[in-house]
């Protein structure tokens, strides 16, 4: 298993500019995140998924929209990009079980906004 | 969502147990107990999970005290290579990251 793939590794973008940072998992899990992570910060919630055509708000959603149309897939979407969004992005999906959620992360996608 | 507190910083040596404790004082009944770590430019990494008592596997240990308000990640015998920030988090699904506990190992 290839595990949770993000693409592209590192971009840089004008301000205004928008793009779509691809996410993509192989395990079949139902959830799946995308977390911002400021330097020397914590992650942050942006957007989060329970399953395929179902999303929802997390903590910093502003500035960013998702979709999840398959299982596998779920791209975020930067529209007006601002200074604001750089930042690390990393895109996760996990399974509940008995001992609760587990999530897996991908490498992460390195914004910068000039 | 539980708000978990955990020291921000923690030195140790090769060789030498860490213990990290989060106090979570509003767990909730269905919420379990997560740790994952971190090392820089990479995503988080799951490590141990718990609901109450210890919990062991071949990374770590987790202590859950009978009342849940806290919870104490064991790392043995540390390494340089366990230098990294680990997060505790409390929650079902949709967990919180914190800023996490930056353990740096020193030889």
């Known amino acids: 298993n290839a595990g949770v793939t993000q693409t592209p590794k590192f971009r840089i973008l004008k301000i205004g500019q928008s793009m779509t940072l691809q996410c993509a998992q192989d395990m079949n899990h139902n959830y799946m995140y995308w977390y911002r992570q400021d330097p020397g910060m914590g992650l942050k919630l942006i957007y989060y998924s329970v399953g395929a055509g179902i999303t929802d708000k997390g903590e910093v959603p502003n500035g960013y929209n998702v979709s999840r149309s398959t299982t596998e897939d779920f791209p975020l979407r930067l529209e007006l990009a601002a200074p604001s969004q750089t930042s690390v992005y990393f895109c996760?999906?996990?399974?509940?079980?008995?001992?609760?959620?587990?999530?897996?992360f991908g490498p992460g996608t390195r914004l910068l906004v000039l | 969502l539980a708000k978990t507190t955990q020291p921000i910083s923690m030195d140790s040596y090769e060789g030498q147990e860490v213990n990290i404790t989060c106090s979570h004082n509003?767990?909730?009944?269905?919420?379990?107990i997560t740790w994952y770590q971190q090392f820089p430019s990479q995503g988080p990494r799951f490590i141990i999970q718990?609901?109450?008592t210890k919990v062991t596997n071949e990374v770590a240990s987790l202590f859950i005290p009978a009342d849940r308000k806290s919870s104490t990640l064991s790392l043995p015998r540390v390494s340089l290579s366990d230098t990294a920030v680990y997060y505790c988090?409390?929650?079902?699904?949709?967990?919180?990251f914190g800023a996490g506990t930056t353990v740096t190992v020193r030889a």
């Open positions: 988090l409390v929650g079902d699904y949709k967990l919180s």
């Open positions: 509003n767990i909730a009944t269905n919420d379990y």
């Open positions: 996760a999906s996990g399974y509940t079980s008995a001992l609760g959620e587990t999530q897996y």
């Open positions: 718990g609901y109450k």
